[in-house]
């Protein structure tokens, strides 16, 4: 409440009263309320009553869906939205990162770590099939497209389609939901200048924390005599050791390499060498660079209009001693021109050119480089007598040349026509044509390591890493054409004013068309200058050419009765050429409707606090297709171009015989139901939505009728398989005021979601802890019970007496070993038949899929300031690590990986241990003591639960008396952060969100760090 020309101004106690002092009779009183019209009056003296109406601006604002958009308050189907400046300032690579904790069950998986450019992977409402395809269709402006082809700049708004009722629309691609991308548009009036750009760096989430050279080899000392074997680190190396740490310039750390000794490797899987190496502390950087850029120009008269902008990223590596970069370039172009009142047409380009440079990938070096991060000793000096970097630092290999290049682009041309030849009846026709080349080479070269002298060299061929000895040229090339065509017709109709019907039908074609071809050779003449025709052996080359279409006709029907009652039909009738013509079409329909209590004459007395309240109910059926094969009908015969058999002109090629297919194959159907509950009070003040949904794919792909032995051939999958997701959604929000100033928001969502097989061709219900059955719950882990560690000799002997361990191959347990529980009590440990229902002692012990995600987010602004904070994370996870080093520490000789975290190992004087006891022995001998140990147990069951500062933004604008003088609309300042702060009771050395990605080598950890990012920004408007 504020006196209208002065700074007299009050707010209301909880029951909305207020009072004023000094105001003079006739003065103007303003009172104000978020999400309310301000309302002014005149006070003549006597107390004076405002009711306030509710400002239906939010629920007038419009909801991109399919083929069109709607009114907010008129959805029927579950729809969250985003808009563009709500992501605008997240300093991270694409689209895709920038919805994670966004959209209530959207689950964004970095599936590419932290590495520069690298994308995510969506999925909504849980796995939706037994193949992981379930992904929702993206699409970009009507037209499919990754999100990490689109400039995050460019986008207006995001639409996620969760349910039937709102993506049925889309047929054969939107089985498991749809997202819904708008780009920017010009708009009428003077050309608008916009510049945005961050600079921001990086630096690991987490790093594992390594023992120095002296705690390794004490740990190891004690992992040698657990086991019974004799590779000891002396007590005077050890000392020396400590030395080193302590002063290394006191202590010679090659005192025992001979002169002339080749050091590829030195001293690998041995005790001899003296040194303090933190390979992780080497390797990465501090902080790596990253910049974003993006300049738009829009406008245009009332006939035309236009949007074009320009952006650019690029990403430094965090590795210290890589060649590691992202370069990204986006142009996109938005036309439209009114050729006359009835007729306006449209032209969408979009081109985007990455351009990546690692070490790492096919034909370059293996993440085998992140596999043998940490199991080198840190008790052998990282510099060779002479200064230079060993071999088993690796910085050879990162620096010999080896090197891997992609070049990528994808343009994207839309031409389109809007037809109204009378009021309310539109046409639509558009043509999208997409063009993706990617230009792939790599060049192996294998390092020059210096000997002793620091003069005679040898070749470094580690096999992990894949090094070819005389090295090798890699070459792809892959083209991808892609064809859109779609039109449609709408027609809106109002009769006797309440009844509102629109009326839309159209037809959809795509088609795709894809090629590529990969050469290599090796014996490179020249590794400066490397080609295809430079090198001494046989060129080999591959090729492969795929293509695939769908055709599909599509309508929709909306009712609604003065806002009250709400109906929609939607209708799809698709074919996929993936399968046989007899089973190449389905008809998928769905239907919503919804009812907006809230407008009902009985709920007039509550429209001051009640503002929305609308039920909604959607039932609808999709197909998929996404997890056949592209050519179902067709058998296909492999060729080998060189047979085992030796004739008397040598070895011949053979082409094998046919496969054996099911011509029957056809789409997954999936049945989607879904309740959903629209809120609003005290004036749309508070605001949220609750849905309760169930998923069923029906006729998923599973193992189809077994064949006789004698017929030599695998039978084909076949559509033999369901399976049921079921879950939640709730998101709240709630918007103030604190006096005339200051305006905040707090709000939050939760959700849930889990997937369970209900049929599966697996009638004996064999090995359930690794295969699909009915009644399986997806993320499903299998382990044994455990009491604890083993803390006596009596103890022990009374367990192995007590128990047959044979199934374990443990060998006999002694303290400080893992103690399992017998749980049926049948004297033994054991898988039982491997059976369901007979499985022994295992049982299920955890789950690794996420439940309830949550996002808590807040804002506040005073003036031009505004601060921003989103908290992000998952309530319950679990992780089972297997035999990773990387979290046990001990293992084989050659794999031991000791962290800090690992010293809380079992001792006579440490019986509360985490950890049991260590043991190191030889690759083939160390298996019993895993065994032993290492089994799957609920002792060792990871919580991957975790809540992360996800992301925090403080901006400044400057105020408009201060850049209407210097000719700008709008300057802003800003600064964010992105995963600065992270609590879980996950294993100290792993991070929470990248657990579940692993390495083409190797487990959790042995992966390119996920990253924290720090970035400024600065905002001009012209």
């Known amino acids: 409440m504020r006196v209208e020309g002065t700074t007299n101004a009050t707010s209301t106690n909880i029951d909305g009263v207020f009072s004023l002092s000094n105001v003079k009779s006739g003065a103007s009183i303003t009172v104000t309320f978020v999400g309310c019209k301000p309302v002014t009056v005149k006070w003549t003296g006597q107390p004076i009553e405002v009711q306030l109406l509710s400002d239906d601006n939010s629920l007038e604002e419009v909801v991109v869906v399919g083929y069109g958009v709607q009114k907010k308050v008129n959805l029927t ?61 993206v ?15 460019d986008i207006e708004s995001i639409s996620v389609l969760k349910d039937a009722g709102a993506s049925a629309i889309y047929g054969a691609r939107a089985a498991y939901g749809v997202v819904l991308v708008t780009t920017k548009r010009g708009e009428e009036g003077k050309m608008r200048v916009s510049y945005q750009g961050t600079v921001g760096w990086n630096k690991p989430t987490k790093l594992p924390e390594m023992l120095d050279g002296y705690e390794f080899a004490k740990m190891w000392n004690v992992g040698c005599a657990n086991a019974g074997v004799s590779r000891f680190y002396s007590d005077e190396k050890l000392e020396l050791l400590r030395q080193f740490r302590d002063n290394p310039s006191s202590v010679d750390p090659w005192f025992e390499l001979s002169a002339n000794a080749n050091m590829n490797p030195a001293f690998e899987n041995s005790e001899s ?35 074009v902008s320009l952006g650019y990223y690029g990403e430094d590596g965090i590795l ?112 999208t044509y997409r063009y993706v080349g990617l230009e792939y080479e790599a060049v192996n070269v294998a390092p020059d390591i210096y000997g002793a002298d620091g003069v005679t060299t040898t070749k470094g061929v580690r096999s992990e890493l894949g090094i070819q000895s005389d090295g090798r040229y890699t070459k792809q090339n892959t083209v991808t054409r892609y064809q859109n065509f779609s039109a449609y017709t709408s027609y809106n109709l109002t009769v006797a004013d309440y009844n509102n019907f629109s009326i839309m039908a159209g037809f959809q074609s795509e088609e795709n068309r894809y090629s590529s071809i990969y050469n290599y050779v090796n014996g490179l003449y020249s590794t400066t200058n490397p080609g295809i025709t430079v090198g001494s052996s046989t060129v080999t080359a591959t090729d492969s050419r795929t293509s695939w279409a769908t055709r599909g006709w599509f309508g929709r029907f909306n009712y609604d009765y003065d806002g009250k009652y709400l109906l929609e039909v939607n209708m799809r009738y698709d074919g996929s050429s993936r399968f046989s013509s007899k089973n190449r079409w389905g008809y998928f329909p769905s239907v919503s409707v919804g009812w907006n209590i809230a407008r009902e004459r009985f709920m ?53 015989a046919p496969g054996v297919i099911d011509p029957t194959v056809t789409w997954e159907k999936v049945e989607s139901k879904n309740i959903g509950v629209d809120f609003g009070l005290f004036s749309n003040a508070l605001t949220g939505t609750f849905e309760i949904f169930q998923r069923d794919t029906k006729d998923m792909l599973g193992p189809g009728e077994d064949y006789p032995d004698f017929f030599g051939a695998t039978a084909p999958q076949a559509n033999n398989a369901n399976m049921r997701n079921r879950g939640w959604e709730l998101q709240v929000n709630w918007n103030g005021r604190i006096g005339k100033d200051i305006t905040y928001s707090v709000g939050g969502s939760i959700s849930d979601a889990t997937a369970e097989v209900t049929k599966y061709k697996n009638p004996t219900f064999t090995a359930p802890a ?21 803390q006596t000799p009596e103890e022990a002997e009374a367990y192995n007496s007590s128990l047959n361990l044979s199934y374990l191959n443990g060998g006999v347990w002694t303290p400080g070993d893992v103690k399992y529980i017998d ?106 003591y895993q065994n032993r140990n290492m089994q799957t147990s609920d002792r060792y069951l990871q919580s991957a639960a975790y809540i992360r500062l996800k992301n925090i933004t403080l901006s400044y604008e400057l105020p408009k008396s201060v850049t209407s003088h210097i000719g700008l609309d709008k300057v802003m300042v800003f600064f964010t952060g992105e995963n600065l702060w992270t609590s879980t009771n996950l294993a100290k050395m792993f991070d929470p969100e990248a657990i579940f990605t692993s390495s083409s080598y190797g487990g959790a950890g042995k992966n390119y760090p996920l990253n924290k990012v720090l970035s400024v920004g600065l905002n001009i408007n012209l």
């Open 604 to 656: 007039e007395s509550l429209r001051p606090t009640l503002n929305l309240l609308k039920l909604r109910l959607s039932y609808g059926k999709m197909g998929n297709q996404a997890g056949a094969a592209l050519y179902t009908f067709a058998s296909t015969m492999g060729i080998t171009s060189k047979g085992n058999f030796i004739f008397a002109d040598g070895r011949h090629g053979y082409i094998n």
């Open 139 to 153: 699409l970009v402006d009507g037209v499919e497209m990754d999100l990490s082809d689109v400039n995050p700049n």
């Open 273 to 307: 060498g003296v040194g303090n190496t933190d390979y992780f502390d080497l390797h990465y950087k501090n902080w790596a660079f990253k910049q974003n850029h993006n300049i738009s120009a829009s406008g245009g008269g009332k006939r035309a209009q236009y949007y």
């Open 320 to 431: 210290r001693y890589a060649d590691i970069d992202y370069k990204r370039y986006n142009f996109a172009a938005n036309i439209r021109s009114e050729v006359t009142k009835w007729l306006s047409v449209r032209a969408n380009t979009k081109f985007m050119h990455s351009d990546t440079n690692t070490p790492f990938g096919t034909g370059g070096l293996s993440e085998g480089f992140y596999h043998s991060l940490a199991r080198f000793r840190p008790t052998v000096h990282y510099l060779d007598p002479n200064g230079n970097f060993t071999e088993l630092t690796m910085i050879p290999y990162l620096q010999s040349g080896t090197k891997t290049n992609s070049k990528r682009d994808r343009m994207n041309i839309t031409f389109g026509v809007d037809v109204e030849p009378v009021k309310n009846w539109k046409i639509t026709a558009d043509y």
């Open 823 to 928: 749980l049926n009590n049948d004297g033994k440990i054991d898988r039982g038949s491997n059976v369901l229902g007979d499985m022994g002692d295992y049982t299920v012990i955890g789950n690794t899929t996420p439940r309830y995600q949550y996002t808590i987010n807040g804002n506040i602004g005073w003036k031009g300031l505004h601060l921003s904070l989103m908290f992000q994370g998952v309530g319950k996870r679990d992780w089972s690590p297997g035999t990773e080093p990387y979290f046990w520490g001990w293992s084989s000789y050659a794999q031991a990986t000791f962290f800090k975290q690992h010293t809380d190992y079992w001792t006579e004087d440490n019986p509360g241990a985490y950890y049991p006891k260590p043991y190191l022995h030889t690759a083939g001998g160390i298996g019993i």
């Open 77 to 137: 189907g579950a729809v969250s939205q985003i808009k563009g400046d709500e992501i605008a300032h997240r300093p991270v690579a694409d689209a895709a990162q920038m919805l994670q904790g966004m959209v209530p069950g959207l689950l964004v998986t970095n599936g590419n770590s932290g590495r520069p450019g690298g994308s995510a992977s969506l999925q909504l409402r849980g796995q939706g099939n037994l193949s992981g395809t379930g992904s929702p269709y």
């Open 770 to 790: 690794s295969n699909w059955y009915e009644g399986r719950k997806v993320g499903e882990i299998w382990g044994l019970r455990s009491s604890g560690l083993i």
